[in-house]
């Protein structure tokens, strides 16, 4: 079956990084694009980034193009999101999603709380 | 970018009611909507993609339907499993969005 586990969250101060992973299995990794969705405290969903399957095309949110990169390891099956210049309105619990017709599969969810 | 507007933000009901959930987009999105089912404390699911084919395993008594700008959700006869905060998104264009989702309470 389908499964997709995150993992890399944690507390960071004020203008520091962090690398999310998630971890893939139950489908042909590579066939898929893959996505990053966050979700603040108490707050909606918010779609921050994709990448394509084969060619690592990829796409962001205005709220975090210039700071955050996705990629993704197709021999490992794992995505990544690299987070730098984090704030604290980053703040948000960060699921990985397969995309196909929307997205038909969602990891647990990260957490990652920047404060100082 | 495509902003999409859900209307009401709350809606209260009660088991066995009809509901229906609306959502707009700022352009036209064809046919490229989904909505998701999110409860307390976990991931949200997939319930309908492409405006309105169900997801496998997704029950019957829910709809979806519209393409354009004009998209509804419709939950035929409420279960108690059901009431969750909805959420549509459009991949029509490269820049995904969300709705801010829909809250659905008992009454």
């Known amino acids: 079956q389908v499964q997709l586990v995150e993992s890399g969250g944690g507390l960071v101060n004020p203008g520091g990084s962090l690398r999310l992973s998630c971890v893939a299995s139950?489908?042909?990794?590579?066939?898929?694009?893959m996505s990053w969705v966050r979700q603040a405290p108490g707050k909606g969903l918010e779609w921050i980034s994709y990448i394509s399957g084969r060619d690592s095309t990829m796409y962001y949110a205005d709220s975090v193009k210039g700071r955050f990169t996705i990629s993704r390891d197709n021999a490992r099956n794992s995505l990544y999101l690299q987070m730098n210049g984090l704030r604290a309105d980053d703040t948000a619990v960060y699921y990985c999603?397969?995309?196909?017709?929307?997205?038909?599969?969602w990891g647990q969810g990260t957490l990652v709380a920047v404060s100082s | 970018d495509i902003q999409l507007t859900q209307s009401p933000s709350t809606l209260s009901a009660s088991v066995g009611d009809r509901v229906t959930i609306t959502c707009r987009a700022s352009?036209?999105?064809?046919?490229?909507l989904a909505w998701y089912q999110q409860k307390p404390g976990k991931a949200p699911t997939l319930l309908i993609y492409k405006a309105s084919t169900l997801q496998s395993g997704v029950p019957s008594r829910f709809s979806g339907s519209g393409s354009g700008t004009e998209f509804t959700l419709t939950i035929s006869s409420l279960q108690p499993d059901d009431f969750a905060t909805y959420y549509c998104?459009?991949?029509?264009?490269?820049?995904?969005?969300f709705g801010q989702g829909t809250k659905l309470e008992i009454k």
């Open positions: 999603a397969r995309a196909a017709a929307g997205l038909d599969y």
């Open positions: 139950g489908f042909s990794y590579s066939d898929y694009f």
């Open positions: 352009q036209s999105v064809t046919k490229w």
């Open positions: 998104q459009q991949y029509h264009s490269y820049i995904y969005s």
